[in-house]
Nanobody
Framework: QVQLVESGGGLVQPGGSLRLSCAASESIFSINAMGWYRQAPGKQRELVARITSGGGTVTADSVKGRFTISRDNAKNTIYLQMNSLKLEDTAVYYC???????????WGQGTQVTVSS
């Protein structure tokens, strides 16, 4: 069973930066897409950013220009660089790998990001 291990969350002041990482426990083939989602208290989980096997990216309007998704295929790892953090970015962030056809989804355990002054 593939496991995704996240790291990099924490407490940061508004305007600060954090970098999240998500590493797979083993090599994964036939990855269709990898992405980051977040869930704030009382809200539904939402897509933050996504990168396909071809390298195309999708970024939510709410974080566009501030967050950047990237990947290291050799390490089966994706990253989320978060700059200019705002109070409303506070949430639990989850990574997701969509693998195979039809896609099977693997989720990380979640990492807390808290933006507070």
């Amino acid at each position: 069973q593939v496991q995704l291990v996240e790291s990099g969350g924490g407490l940061v002041q508004p305007g600060g930066s954090l970098r999240l990482s998500c590493a797979a426990s083993e090599s994964i083939f036939s990855i269709n897409a990898m992405g980051w989602y977040r869930q704030a208290p009382g809200k539904q989980r939402e897509l933050v950013a996504r990168i396909t096997s071809g390298g195309g990216t999708v970024t939510a309007d709410s974080v566009k220009g501030r967050f950047t998704i990237s990947r290291d295929n050799a390490k089966n790892t994706i990253y989320l660089q978060m700059n200019s953090l705002k109070l409303e970015d506070t949430a639990v962030y989850y990574c997701n790998f969509a693998v195979g056809v039809p896609s099977r989804h693997y989720w990380g355990q979640g990492t807390q990001v808290t933006v507070s002054s």
